[in-house]
Each structure stands twice: as C-alpha cells, then as structure tokens.
C-alpha cells in the first residue's frame, strides 16, 4: 500500500472515530431515520444554563447530577426512580439535576434492564452519577457509574438537562411496584 493511500485511509479512520467523543452534537442516523431517536422532556435553555454553572449545593441537601452520556441504545428511554419512585427519564446525551434530602437512598434506572444502587449522600456535597450502557455480546449492560467531579462536569456539560416533570399523587408502595412491574 503507497503511503498516499495509507494516509488516506488513516485520515478516514479518524475521522470515524470522532464521532465517538461524548462532547460531539447527538445524532443517532441519517436524517431520514431522525424519528426513530427517543425523545424525553426537556428543561428550558436558562435552567440547563444555570445547572451548568456547578454552583454548591444547598447546606441542607445534597445535590445529584445523573447523565446518560453516550448515545448506545438511542431509541431506549432510561427511566430513573430513587426509593421505588419514578421521577423522570433521560434520553441519550441528557442529565438531570436534583437537590435530594442528605442519607441513604436507592438509585434505579431502567433500559431494557434495570440497575440499581444504595448509595449514601451528604448535605453540602454534589454527586455525579452516570447511567453507562455498554455492549457485551449483543446484550445490553447496564451499570450505575459514580464519577468524580471533573468527569462528572464534562459530562454534564456535553449533554442536555431534561425535565424533572411533576408526577401524579400516588403512594410510594404503588410506585415501586409499577417501576418493578416489567421484571417480573
């Protein structure tokens, strides 16, 4: 192979291999099959603006970020749920933020599977927290994934905040058995 050719052909790999940086714009195929991406609620431009910003957390709470960084699975909802009950769901490339009162609490997250964590927070301190989907012999993993701040900023920053929408009245018993209700 002339090393003409074989420039030609690293440059091609490269540039393939772009598309793969979380910080690059979500796209999940060409335009004509942009339908088939899953779509969630998304916060206003202001509020992913001002959530970027970092500031501390309330000295009362504990804030949590949780972002869905990369784009496997695109036309998958994560359904996300803390204590058995469900408040939001992330889409590819979007996260959340919550300030949550400080102590132990469980962290679900449903795709295609569920995940789940106990994890203990402190008030004054911020978390970040990533859904990571990964592929293993054409099985869909999911794993809840605690980064460290810098990881953690980067990633949100990258990403889309989506809505924390206001969920009906409804017991916590009955919440956690709907979140559960499709492992069965």
Same mark, same amino acid.
């Given at each position: 192979?002339?090393?003409?050719?074989?420039? !030609? %052909?690293?440059? =091609?790999?490269? +540039?393939?291999?772009?598309?793969?940086?979380?910080? &690059? *714009?979500?796209?999940?195929?060409?335009?004509?099959?942009?339908?088939?991406?899953? !779509? %969630?609620?998304? =916060?206003?431009? +202001?509020?992913?603006?001002?959530?970027?910003?970092? &500031? *501390?957390?309330?000295?009362?709470?504990a804030r949590l970020y949780i972002v869905r960084p990369y784009t496997?699975?695109?036309?998958?909802?994560?359904?996300?749920?803390?204590?058995?009950? &469900?408040?939001?769901?992330?889409?590819?490339?979007?996260?959340?933020?919550?300030?949550?009162?400080?102590?132990?609490?469980?962290?679900?997250?449903?795709?295609?599977?569920?995940?789940? &964590?106990?994890?203990?927070?402190?008030?004054?301190?911020?978390?970040?927290?990533?859904?990571?989907?990964?592929?293993?012999?054409?099985?869909?993993?999911?794993?809840?994934?605690?980064?460290?701040p810098a990881t953690g900023q980067r990633l949100v920053r990258s990403?889309?905040?989506?809505?924390?929408?206001?969920?009906?009245?409804?017991?916590?018993?009955?919440?956690?058995?709907?979140?559960?209700?499709?492992?069965?």
């Amino acid at each position: 192979m002339s090393p003409r050719c074989l420039c !030609t %052909v690293l440059v =091609a790999f490269l +540039s393939a291999c772009q598309s793969l940086d979380p910080a &690059a *714009p979500f796209t999940c195929g060409p335009p004509a099959r942009q339908a088939q991406c899953v !779509t %969630v609620i998304m =916060a206003s431009r +202001s509020d992913d603006a001002l959530a970027k910003q970092f &500031a *501390p957390a309330p000295h009362d709470k504990a804030r949590l970020y949780i972002v869905r960084p990369y784009t496997i699975e695109p036309t998958i909802k994560t359904e996300v749920a803390m204590d058995g009950n &469900a408040f939001a769901e992330l889409a590819p490339r979007t996260y959340l933020m919550l300030d949550i009162a400080p102590g132990g609490h469980r962290l679900q997250m449903r795709t295609n599977a569920l995940s789940d &964590a106990t994890m203990e927070f402190s008030a004054g301190q911020t978390y970040f927290i990533a859904h990571d989907l990964t592929i293993f012999f054409n099985t869909v993993v999911a794993t809840i994934k605690v980064l460290d701040p810098a990881t953690g900023q980067r990633l949100v920053r990258s990403s889309q905040r989506a809505a924390l929408p206001n969920l009906p009245d409804a017991s916590a018993a009955s919440q956690e058995e709907a979140f559960y209700a499709n492992d069965r």
